[in-house]
């Protein structure tokens, strides 16, 4: 993919299979996949839009999530035993299956080509997992800390804000990674839901570019790499607290 993104249409009609590339060629000449892509396919809105979306997911998902896998953890309620063990049942359903009853009431909502509908949409699909990874970090904080900010007049939303969460920055950096990732990948939803190229993500203008037979395939392959690139820049970075919060809770002591 990303060999054939510096190649001309000449060379890949000449010999497909050649992943060397010429460094002969001029700067201009060379990227010129990825000014096309930004130029003339408007790719630098696409990404504003995904990042938009992705980091809008993270901050909703973890406004939501983080009382809620608290609540689990902590808090005694009817139905914390069910709420606990079934929080990922929606991950029983096939995506394909939710996408036909939400096509239906987005489009009477008004809510497609929107990103407030794939907000939504990203949220529901994120927010479970979210919970069921922090409620494991948060039964391994000592109690006797929550007790003591009590003692000390803190609220539960005190207490949350001041303890809970400076204590769980590692478990809280994976699960925005992780739902940051989900969202910036996804196509089902965003195939379903957006027609418009001005609301296109990343991922679905990938995908509205290989409707075009005329479209060259280094172009296609260019607009590959720029979903690609970024994610895995992030992913390498962040990925020491990927591993620390996935493992966090499991050995308590």
């Known amino acids: 993919?990303?060999?054939?993104?510096?190649?001309?249409?000449?060379a890949l009609l000449f010999n497909p299979l050649d992943l060397s590339i010429s460094l002969t060629n001029n700067l201009t000449e060379t990227f010129k996949s990825y000014f096309v892509i930004f130029n003339t396919y408007?790719?630098?809105?696409?990404?504003?839009?995904?990042?938009?979306?992705?980091?809008?997911t993270?901050?909703?998902?973890?406004?939501?999530?983080?009382?809620?896998?608290?609540a689990?953890?902590?808090?005694?309620?009817?139905?914390?035993?069910?709420?606990?063990?079934?929080?990922?049942?929606?991950?029983?359903?096939?995506?394909?299956?939710?996408?036909?009853?939400?096509?239906?009431?987005?489009?009477?909502?008004?809510?497609?080509?929107?990103?407030?509908?794939?907000?939504i949409v990203y949220t529901a699909t994120t927010l479970p997992v979210a919970i069921y990874m922090l409620q494991g970090y948060f039964k391994s904080i000592p109690k006797e800390i929550e007790d003591a900010g009590l003692m000390d007049g803190q609220n539960w939303f005190g207490i949350i804000i001041k303890i809970i969460i400076p204590l769980s920055l590692p478990a809280i950096a994976s699960v925005a990674l992780y739902v940051f990732m989900i969202a910036w990948n996804e196509f089902l939803f965003s195939l379903m839901f957006l027609d418009n190229p001005k609301t296109f993500t990343l991922s679905r203008a990938i995908n509205h570019l290989t409707g075009d037979a005329e479209t060259p395939r280094q172009y296609l392959m260019a607009g590959s790499v720029v979903v690609t690139l970024p994610i895995l820049l992030i992913f390498v970075y962040?990925?020491?607290?990927?591993?620390?919060?996935?493992?966090?809770?499991?050995?308590?002591?």
């Open 238 to 253: 962040f990925e020491k607290y990927l591993v620390s919060g996935l493992t966090a809770g499991s050995v308590k002591g």
């Open 42 to 56: 408007d790719f630098g809105r696409y990404i504003y839009t995904s990042s938009i979306v992705s980091i809008g």
């Open 72 to 119: 689990v953890a902590r808090l005694n309620f009817f139905g914390k035993t069910f709420l606990s063990t079934s929080i990922l049942i929606i991950y029983m359903f096939p995506a394909i299956v939710l996408v036909i009853p939400l096509y239906t009431v987005f489009s009477q909502l008004g809510l497609r080509n929107s990103i407030e509908g794939l907000l």
């Open 1 to 10: 993919m990303f060999v054939t993104s510096f190649k001309t249409q000449a």
């Open 58 to 70: 993270v901050i909703i998902t973890l406004i939501f999530a983080i009382p809620a896998a608290y």
